[in-house]
């Protein structure tokens, strides 16, 4: 599987992305500056975390309409897949290329825990590595999580299988509607998430391996 | 030309004394520029000159030294070619005027002084102390600093692993904020801040400079009063977006060759930046302010000089090496501005507007700065052995202590700081050290903060070496060799001879156990002044320790892993109550000597506990401090979610025994047939020791003769205080 990260100026889970990444596939992943128009030829873009140019305005707007999103959205309609990580969520929330949006969590602050959540879907690129129902244990650390969209689309989202991880009850850290983590776009190929797996691929770092089987997943579907 | 009056001098807190010493060195009046710089060079927070003489003391050397105090940042050698830079600094004053600001500029400046060194920061670290809980601001300090200090911390992408946070009535008008940076360099990549050599362009980089924080060091150098609030205009406005282009600039800058020195703003920015790299290469500079990257109209050379706007940082670059340079800061989109060149005259020269309006000694900024050998009258420490009520319940008083505000669950706190930022934190804030994992590499960086003022103010020697040796000790608990320290003396008025002589003790209680212990001082802060209305903060020298493991596979963390281990204390136990926590919170009385400090003993114990832990021998161990070995105990099964069933060794009585806090201990977990072994090797290097219980399957804390309390029990207890307190619960009237 090739793979890259995209790098805005203010990206600051990029090495950890491009460290699990090179973990899990073997190769390095190609680092993206935000302002190349053009991406390499990958089978994988990750959006990692961080404050992509602050996120002083709402939390990935700026970098919505950067000069590389322009690309990692032909990417993403022509069936990459493209994977967004917390910050990278929120980008593309506000890029459309997932609905909804990202508000401050409920308790007006910052979170950094590890969060449970129970896989609610294994058809698609991302998940298929987990069973059906598999609690997982991820870390979270955002002060943006806290994911809304009108009941319409919410109920879509559900109905379409596409809520693909939700926190665990008692386990959500932002409020976010029907306790949703993580959704994937409708033609599946596009996966946002508040919590971090790239952060439990590595046991040393005493998290578990949580995360591992969704890098297995990927590498299985796109090698 | 403005006209220096009597009046203008003492607003710039020169006395009459200083600046007769101004004019013999200038051989005039100085301008008003001129003033200005002075009287910020000259301010206690940037000349030292209260403490410098003692400052000599401390122990500063060691083989694996490779950068002691001087430069931005204390540098060791940590193996592999690889270095790790450090320090802690205090940003107080403007923290209690605007905690969200105060807290994240400081966190900001922190992290500038270690980047600029050539390290990549991978670790911050505070000590925080706040007023009492009851105090009507202290909730929205704690809420401001937390916020300030994550705020920044977490944009930048550097996770904050620890630290910690203390509330007492004598910080109710001056909170202590202390930011410790952690960062990782190569040897052959270190950066310093001697602009040595004539003719080399001095280059400006970061964010223009506004009116932001002018005269911050001087507000920093003077007692807080009434009207404090109305100094907010000096304090600082965090950028840490900027920050994070700068650090991934300057560090992109420094993979070339084309630096000579580069030097962070911080307080007194382009003043002291500009007037210190002079110095340190014996060199001189000439600065044309018409050509630094302004965000205001109109600015006049005083203000540009004062200036503390955040995110800027001043490089002396080779010649012809300006464009290669700018390439790298367009690139992050920030300013970049040749303002100014090094001359071989030892002189600070400063040009606006075709004008010059500053010229002077480099000397006279450094050298010639006044040095103050200023009277102290030390105290006799508080002695004796308080009396206590043996009929209070040890469960019940448990309960109590871990739900006390010093003693109860940060949680509430670290949960705002992204602590795994950089996927190598190995051990998470709540534990006695935390880790984080040199990348690409099995080794381990080890850090602690640590101080208790409570006993400082006891005894200002002993408080001082009580926080040495449990930074030192934090540090051994999780398996790794303490190398080194930096030192934030927080302390009041050193005009007042008692606080003085609370500063002189300090420093040599610090210079006695850092010696003791092979743990030299590589860098710190002072910060004096910590007074509202006369009144002084408890006397918090703060360490900041780094230690290093070789191999982060092997190391202890406090959480019981198993049911069935013995529980051995390691370390001998009087029952010391004197100024302990039982007896603050369970009989309301800050009384008796603190606990006595056996340096060679304490190494001795370290070195045999660190061993197991690197031999894989154990991997369960805590430290024995605030609140004593049955809080310690308490804290290892919450952390573990594991039962323990625990008694009375030796010949204590109970409640001393429990809460006691005798220096130099240890409790460890391990197989019974492990422990077995341990304790014959204990017995011949002299260590006391006891096995005190052992591990159990009911999730229950079990007290001979005492009875039994659930761990959830106790987890209520413990993770409840600082979300109810900080949601607006009413809570006792003092601590």
């Known amino acids: 599987m090739k793979s890259a990260v995209i790098v805005f100026p203010a990206s600051n889970c990029d090495r950890d992305a491009a460290v699990a990444l090179k973990q899990m596939t073997g190769n390095a992943p190609h680092m993206v500056w935000h302002q190349d128009k053009d991406l390499p030829d990958v089978d994988l873009i990750v959006l990692p975390g961080g404050f992509s140019y602050g996120d002083y305005l709402r939390s990935g707007a700026m970098a919505s309409q950067s000069a590389v999103m322009r690309a990692v959205k032909a990417h993403a309609e022509k069936g ?78 559900e109905g379409e299988g596409r809520v693909v991880f939700r926190y ?9 509607a029907r306790n949703i983590a993580g959704i994937l776009s409708e033609k599946r190929n596009v996966l946002g998430l508040m919590p971090h797996p790239e952060r439990v691929v590595d046991p040393l770092l005493g998290g578990g391996t949580d995360g591992r089987a969704l890098f297995e997943s990927l590498i299985e579907t796109l090698s | 030309m403005t006209e220096i009056t009597p009046e203008l001098v003492a607003e710039h807190g020169l006395s009459d004394d200083e600046y007769g010493r101004i004019k013999r060195l200038l051989n005039r009046e100085p301008s008003l520029v001129e003033l200005g710089i002075f009287s910020v060079m000259w301010s206690e927070h940037c000349s030292y000159k209260s403490t410098r003489i003692h400052l000599r003391k401390l122990p500063t050397k060691a083989p694996w030294v490779l950068q002691g105090p001087g430069e931005n940042a204390g540098v060791i050698d940590i193996g592999d070619g690889d270095a790790c830079i450090f320090k802690m600094e205090s940003h107080n004053h403007p923290s209690f005027i605007e905690p969200y600001q105060g807290a994240a500029t400081g966190v900001g400046g922190i992290m500038r002084d270690v980047f600029t060194m050539g390290a990549r920061p991978v670790a911050m670290m505070n ?22 200090i994550g705020g920044y911390g977490n944009c930048m992408g550097v996770p904050t692993v620890g630290g910690e946070v203390n509330f007492h009535k004598s910080y109710n008008g001056n909170i202590l904020v202390n930011a410790m940076c952690v960062g990782l360099a190569r040897q052959d990549k270190i950066f310093l801040s001697a602009a040595k050599g004539a003719g080399n362009p001095v280059v400006y980089i970061g964010s223009k400079t506004g009116r932001d924080g002018i005269h911050g060091a001087t507000m920093a150098s003077a007692e807080f009063s009434e009207d404090s609030e109305e100094k907010r205009p000096t304090v600082q406005v965090g950028d840490p977006f900027t920050e994070k282009l700068l650090l991934e600039a300057c560090l992109e800058l420094m993979a070339t060759d084309a630096i000579i020195a580069i030097q962070d703003m911080g307080a007194a920015g382009l003043t002291s930046s500009s007037s210190e790299m002079a110095d340190k290469g014996g060199s001189g500079i000439e600065l044309d302010l018409d050509r630094v990257p302004q965000r205001e109209t109109n600015m006049t050379a005083y203000e540009m000089m004062l200036s503390e706007s955040q995110e800027r940082m001043l ?33 600070l020269v400063v040009k606006h507007k075709g004008a010059i309006v500053a010229d002077m000694p480099v000397t006279a900024l450094s050298d010639e700065a006044p040095l103050y050998e200023r009277p102290f009258s ?13 009929t209070k319940l040890v469960l019940t008083s448990l309960k109590t202590i871990l739900a006390a505000p010093d003693m109860c669950s940060r949680r509430w706190v670290w949960e705002q700081y992204d602590y795994s930022v950089m996927a190598d934190t190995v051990q998470s804030p709540g534990g006695d050290a935390a880790v984080v994992r040199v990348h690409n590499s099995n080794k381990g960086l080890a850090i602690s903060t640590d101080v208790s003022p409570r006993y400082c103010k006891a005894d200002p020697s002993l408080g001082a070496k009580q926080a040495v040796v449990e930074a030192w000790r934090n540090i051994t608990a999780v398996g790794a060799t303490p190398l080194a320290v930096t030192d934030n003396l927080n302390f009041g008025n050193p005009q007042k001879p008692e606080i003085m002589g609370e500063i002189v003790a300090g420093i040599e209680g610090v210079a006695e156990a850092c010696r003791a212990l092979d743990f030299p001082v590589i860098g710190g802060n002072c910060s004096l002044y910590n007074e509202t209305n006369g009144e002084a903060i408890l006397p918090t020298p703060a360490i900041g320790g780094v230690g290093l493991i070789k191999d982060v596979r092997r190391m202890a963390t406090i959480a019981i892993k198993r049911e069935g281990d013995a529980i051995m204390l390691v370390g001998d136990t009087k029952g010391h109550l004197g100024q302990s926590i039982y007896l603050r919170e369970i009989e309301g009385r800050e009384e008796g000597a603190c606990p006595p400090v056996d340096l060679a003993m304490e190494k001795r114990t370290g070195d045999f506990v660190r061993r197991l832990i690197e031999d894989a021998r154990v991997d369960t161990v805590h430290d024995v401090s605030d609140g004593g070995v049955l809080v310690a105990v308490a804290e290892m099964a919450l952390a573990g979610d594991v039962g323990v ?45 006891a096995i005190i219980g052992r591990t159990t399957k009911e999730k229950v804390l079990h007290i001979e003769r005492e009875g039994a309390v659930a761990l959830s029990t106790l987890r209520t207890a413990h993770e409840g205080w600082f979300p109810r307190y900080m949601a607006g619960e009413a809570i006792p009237a003092s601590n």
């Open chain 2, 378 to 390: 030390k105290r006799a420490p508080a002695d004796g052995i308080p009396s206590f009520d043996a």
């Open chain 2, 127 to 148: 000590a925080l102390r706040f007023g009492e809980p009851s105090h009507p601001k202290t909730r929205h300090l704690v809420s401001g600093v937390v916020s300030g």
């Open chain 1, 168 to 176: 665990a009850p008692g386990h959500n850290p932002n409020g976010s």
């Open chain 1, 80 to 157: 990459g897949a493209v994977l967004g990580i917390c910050n990278g969520f929120q980008v593309l929330t506000e890029s459309h290329l997932l609905p909804g949006a990202l508000m401050r969590n409920a308790e007006l602050k910052f979170v950094c825990r590890p969060v449970t959540m129970t896989v609610e879907e294994t058809q698609n690129v991302f998940t298929r590595k987990y069973s059906n129902g598999q609690n997982v244990t991820f870390p979270v650390a955002h002060g943006d999580g806290n994911y809304v969209a009108d009941e319409e689309t919410l109920d879509r989202l």
């Open chain 2, 645 to 689: 069933e625990i008694g009375v060794a030796g010949t204590a009585e109970t409640i001393p025994f429990f809460f006691g806090e005798d220096q130099g201990r240890y409790v460890l977990a391990a197989s019974p047939d492990v422990i077995d072994r341990i304790e014959s090797e204990l017995r011949e290097i002299g260590v006391v020791h």
């Open chain 2, 315 to 347: 490089a002396v670059l080779k010649p012809g090496r300006e464009a290669q340079a700018e390439a790298i800061f367009r690139k992050w989109e920030l300013d970049f501005a040749v303002i100014g060149i090094t001359t071989d005259t030892r002189r």
